[in-house]
């Protein structure tokens, strides 16, 4: 029951929200690129590269957490 849930409610949330966080590094680089020759600009697309970043690290943090929760539950009740 558990594995199911995971597998067709929260993998397919977690593989949207790593591909948000993907779009939102890339376009934070590319803006940084782009706006060279801008403070600004640097700063505005180094801040998305920095929450693409942080956006990542929670959502592997959490994917990991959830892996270790779902086997032991499963060795658990076996």
Do not use: C
């Amino acid at each position: 029951m558990l594995a199911r849930i995971i597998e067709n409610i929260v993998n397919p949330l977690i593989y949207l929200l790593i591909g948000v966080a993907v779009v939102v590094f890339l376009w934070g680089l590319v803006e940084f690129i782009a706006k060279a020759d801008d403070p600004e600009g640097r700063a505005t697309g180094r801040q998305h590269i920095v929450w693409g970043l942080v956006g990542l690290s929670i959502i592997f943090g959490t994917y990991g957490i959830m892996n270790v929760i779902q086997r032991t539950l499963e060795t658990v009740f076996k």
